[in-house]
């Protein structure tokens, strides 16, 4: 039984006759192989397929869960600059940085009426492009003629008037003074509250934002106010408190006492510099609301 083999003839009509001795094992092989691999083929297409999709997906999440670890970096460094804040500040700060956040989206003031020139002027967060006309009119409490026309001749902060001008002219060396908007886009400052505290201070808070994640960004800011006379003066401040070396936010929290000679109704503007690497990248004027009675 072992010897038995079966016989293939191969002939051709122009050929002589080829014969092929077969053992039944290889023949079984090689029909059972017939039969497998079509559907070891079909097995292999599906299998493909289907770890392909899988490996789409597998992508999908992964460019997914980047995205998440990224806002929980962003998320991370704004709490540990918020902690740093809330460990290294006195109980003044403190509260002025909680009330922030409310401060930041005031509710839309109700519109001025004939008898009333005060009647908008109590916003606490200061918007940049505000007239100074406006601020000095609600300060003074002027009526509301006068108002209108503070309103019509100070459409924007960042033009003063002529003597405004002339003494900006005269100081234009000063350090920290604010001759006129700046911006290279290298930071971004949103969300400026200012207010007047106890003792003739100023409290002051703005969001600092770094566009570009991927380079450190370093320096201090450089605050001063604009008086009614239109003399342009620097604050005192902590330097810890106006340094700032970041990769994507900071909230800048600080006070500072008024200039001398200088009455809190007297102030008109906060001018807002950022300095980095011995040049500014940022300046802009922001109004500042008039001391509560």
Same mark, same amino acid.
Request: hydrophobic content about 40%.
């Given at each position: 039984?072992?010897?038995?083999?079966?016989?293939? %003839?191969?002939?051709?009509?122009?050929? @002589?006759?080829?014969? %092929?001795?077969?053992?039944?094992?290889?023949?079984?092989?090689?029909?059972?192989?017939?039969?497998?691999?079509? #559907?070891?083929?079909?097995?292999?297409?599906?299998?493909?397929?289907?770890?392909?999709?899988?490996?789409?997906?597998?992508?999908?999440?992964?460019?997914?869960?980047?995205? $998440? !670890? /990224?806002?929980?970096?962003?998320?991370?460094?704004?709490?540990?600059?918020?902690?740093?804040?809330?460990?290294?500040?006195?109980? $003044?700060?403190?509260?002025?940085? +909680?009330?922030? =956040?409310? #401060?930041?989206?005031?509710?839309?003031?109700?519109?001025?009426?004939?008898?009333?020139?005060?009647?908008?002027?109590?916003?606490?967060? =200061?918007?940049?492009?505000? *007239?100074?006309?406006?601020?000095?009119?609600?300060?003074?409490?002027?009526?509301?003629?006068? *108002?209108?026309?503070?309103?019509?001749?100070? *459409?924007?902060?960042?033009?003063?008037?002529?003597?405004?001008?002339?003494?900006?002219?005269?100081?234009?060396?000063?350090?920290? $003074?604010?001759?006129?908007?700046?911006?290279?886009?290298?930071?971004?400052?949103?969300?400026?509250?200012?207010?007047?505290?106890?003792?003739? @201070?100023?409290?002051?808070?703005?969001? +600092?934002?770094?566009?570009?994640?991927? /380079?450190?960004?370093?320096?201090?800011?450089?605050?001063?106010?604009? =008086?009614?006379?239109?003399?342009?003066?620097?604050? /005192?401040?902590?330097?810890?408190?106006?340094?700032?070396?970041?990769?994507?936010?900071?909230?800048?929290?600080?006070? =500072?006492?008024?200039?001398?000679?200088?009455?809190?109704?007297?102030?008109?503007?906060?001018?807002?510099? !950022?300095?980095?690497?011995?040049?500014?990248?940022? @300046?802009?004027?922001?109004?500042?609301?008039?001391? $509560? /009675?």
């Amino acid at each position: 039984m072992t010897d038995e083999k079966y016989s293939l %003839l191969l002939m051709r009509d122009d050929c @002589r006759v080829r014969r %092929l001795r077969v053992s039944p094992l290889a023949l079984r092989l090689l029909t059972v192989s017939l039969v497998l691999l079509p #559907l070891l083929a079909t097995f292999g297409v599906w299998a493909g397929f289907s770890f392909w999709q899988a490996n789409r997906a597998l992508m999908s999440q992964n460019q997914s869960l980047d995205r $998440e !670890l /990224k806002e929980a970096r962003v998320e991370l460094e704004r709490l540990s600059n918020l902690e740093s804040l809330l460990r290294g500040s006195d109980p $003044e700060e403190l509260r002025s940085l +909680l009330g922030s =956040a409310a #401060l930041a989206s005031p509710p839309a003031p109700a519109p001025a009426t004939p008898g009333d020139a005060n009647g908008a002027g109590d916003g606490v967060v =200061a918007v940049p492009g505000q *007239a100074n006309g406006q601020a000095q009119g609600q300060t003074a409490n002027q009526p509301s003629t006068s *108002a209108s026309g503070s309103l019509a001749n100070g *459409a924007d902060a960042r033009v003063p008037d002529a003597a405004s001008q002339a003494v900006a002219a005269a100081v234009a060396d000063s350090p920290g $003074e604010a001759r006129e908007a700046l911006s290279t886009g290298e930071a971004r400052v949103d969300n400026v509250a200012v207010r007047h505290g106890s003792g003739k @201070r100023l409290r002051i808070n703005f969001d +600092l934002t770094n566009p570009d994640p991927k /380079k450190l960004l370093a320096g201090q800011a450089v605050l001063s106010v604009q =008086a009614a006379d239109g003399r342009i003066l620097p604050l /005192k401040v902590d330097p810890d408190t106006i340094r700032f070396q970041i990769s994507r936010f900071k909230k800048m929290v600080t006070s =500072a006492p008024l200039p001398d000679g200088v009455a809190p109704a007297d102030v008109q503007s906060l001018v807002v510099e !950022l300095e980095s690497e011995g040049r500014i990248i940022y @300046r802009e004027q922001y109004p500042v609301p008039a001391p $509560e /009675k």
